[in-house]
C-alpha cells in the first residue's frame, strides 16, 4: 500500500463487517449518526436465508438480507466479497477459490449497481495463505483482501491481499486503549485504524451501546479522514 494522505489528513479510520446479516441495519444506523464509513463483506449464494448461531452460550440471529434488500440497506457504503457460501479456501482447490470469489464479485456487482473491488476471507483461524492471496490477486479483478489476524497498531501495509485490521471490536479493552492513542497521535506518516466484525456479535452481550461509546469517541475529528476501505486504500 503506498503510503497516501487522504484530503491532506495524515489519519483515518475505517471499518469492516462481514456476513450481511440483519443486524447490519442497525449498525448502518449508527454509522450514519457518526458520518462514519464502512465496508460490508457479503456471501451472495447464501442471501435470503434465515438461520441462527450460537456463540458463548448465547443464541444469536443470523439472518441474511435478500438480493433486492441488499442495494437499499447497504447504500452510502462499499459492499465487498466475502465469498458465495463462506468455505476455508485454503481447503479449496485453486479453481475452487476463483469461482467462490469471482462468483461473488460479479453476483455482488450486479446486486449493487457498482464494481466490488474488494473482500474479507471468510472463516476464522487460519482462512487464508499464500497461496490463496496470490490467486486472489492475479486470477480475480479485486484490489485488496483483509484477514482476520489483529496488529494492535496503525502502521500502513505494504501486500493489500493480506491485509490485517488493527483489532476485532470485541476486544473492548484494546479498542478503547487503541482509540485513545490514535486520537492522541501526533504524525508525520499515513496511520490507519482498521476496526472488524460482525454486527451479530454485539447482541450476544448487548455491548450496542459500548461500542456507540467508541463511534463518538472517534468521529468528527478534524485531522481524521473516515472512509470505506477501498477508500483509505486510495482505490475509488
Known amino acids: 500500500m503506498e503510503k497516501i494522505k487522504w484530503n491532506g489528513k495524515n489519519k483515518a479510520v475505517t471499518f469492516s463487517y462481514d456476513d450481511g446479516v440483519k443486524q447490519d441495519a442497525r449498525l448502518i444506523g449508527l454509522f450514519d449518526k457518526y458520518s462514519l464509513r464502512s465496508t460490508f ?20 440471529d443470523h439472518s441474511k438480507w435478500t438480493p433486492e434488500e441488499v442495494r437499499e440497506v447497504y447504500k452510502g457504503h462499499e459492499v465487498a466479497v466475502h ?8 481447503d479449496l482447490s485453486r479453481e475452487d477459490v476463483i469461482r467462490e470469489v469471482d462468483g461473488d464479485r460479479v453476483r455482488l456487482s450486479e446486486i449493487v449497481g457498482r464494481d466490488v473491488v474488494g473482500m474479507a476471507y471468510p472463516g476464522g483461524g487460519v482462512n487464508c495463505n499464500q497461496s490463496v492471496a496470490d490467486t486472489v490477486r492475479t486470477e480475480t479483478p479485486l484490489k485488496y483482501a483483509r484477514t482476520t489476524i489483529a496488529t494492535n497498531d496503525f502502521e500502513i501495509q505494504d501486500d ?36 472488524w466484525g460482525h454486527s451479530y456479535e454485539f447482541d450476544i452481550d448487548d455491548s450496542w451501546g459500548l461500542f456507540e461509546d467508541f463511534l463518538k469517541g472517534i468521529s468528527l475529528r478534524d485531522d481524521i479522514f473516515y472512509g470505506t476501505n477501498a477508500e483509505v486504500f486510495g482505490l475509488v
Open 41 to 60: 463483506n457479503i456471501n451472495s449464494g447464501l442471501l435470503s436465508r434465515d438461520g441462527s448461531l450460537i456463540r458463548e452460550g448465547v443464541r444469536v
Open 160 to 195: 493489500l491481499f493480506l491485509f490485517k485490521p488493527t483489532v476485532h471490536h470485541a476486544n473492548f479493552g484494546d479498542l478503547f486503549e487503541l482509540l485513545k492513542k490514535f486520537v492522541d497521535l501526533k504524525t508525520d506518516e499515513p496511520k490507519l485504524f482498521y476496526i
Open 83 to 90: 465469498t458465495l457460501t463462506h468455505p476455508n479456501l485454503c
